[in-house]
């Protein structure tokens, strides 16, 4: 069976979750400060239910955490010091995912492999005020969202319930 089978193939076992997670992480090294805000997004966007709780840096999935750790899923992605990697199969599998994504949904994750990791703070804090509650960095973030307020390539805004991304 070509790679390219094998590795559909183990993707029809993964939950959505497992997909987040292989989202979260990206086509470049990350860390995972970074894949855990990704992660709250990505989710957010698709849908998916991520179980997050405030924490000290903000929403934390420990769900995401442990799949970080989860054995089985070194054939996506390996560990290398403090950042996680694709691995040649992960990259397909990225691949694979992102060809089913919208064009705007592919866009806007795209943006987020550019943010570094303030940023990323910046944004999730900003798109989930009860990212606030347990925080240790709370009055640092609200001056960064301050400062970014309506610059950068990424704009938001509110209507009602919605909060509407322009990347």
């Known amino acids: 069976m070509p790679e390219i089978e094998e590795v559909k193939k183990e ?4 939950d959505p979750l497992d997909r987040v997670l ?10 995972h400060t970074e894949i855990q805000k990704r992660a ?11 179980d997050v709780e405030p924490y000290e840096y903000g929403l934390y999935s420990e769900t995401i955490t442990e ?3 989860d054995e089985r899923n070194s054939v996506f ?13 992960g990259k397909m599998a990225w691949k694979i995912l992102t060809e089913k994504l919208d064009r705007e949904i592919l866009e806007f ?16 804090y900003h798109l989930f005020p009860s990212s606030f509650t347990k925080s240790k960095i709370g009055k640092k973030i609200l ?25």
């Open 143 to 167: 001056a960064a969202i301050n400062k970014y307020k309506n610059r950068g390539f990424v704009k938001v805004r509110r209507e009602g319930d919605k909060v509407i991304l322009e990347v």
């Open 77 to 89: 992605f390996v560990k290398k010091g403090r950042f996680y990697e694709l691995t040649e199969k």
């Open 40 to 50: 709250v997004v990505i989710s957010s966007i698709l849908g998916i239910d991520l």
């Open 22 to 31: 292989l989202l979260s992480i990206g086509p470049n090294p990350a860390s």
């Open 11 to 14: 993707l029809e076992f993964w």
């Open 109 to 124: 994750i795209d943006a987020l492999y550019k943010m570094d990791r303030n940023e990323l703070l910046v944004l999730v």
């Open 67 to 69: 799949k970080l750790s």
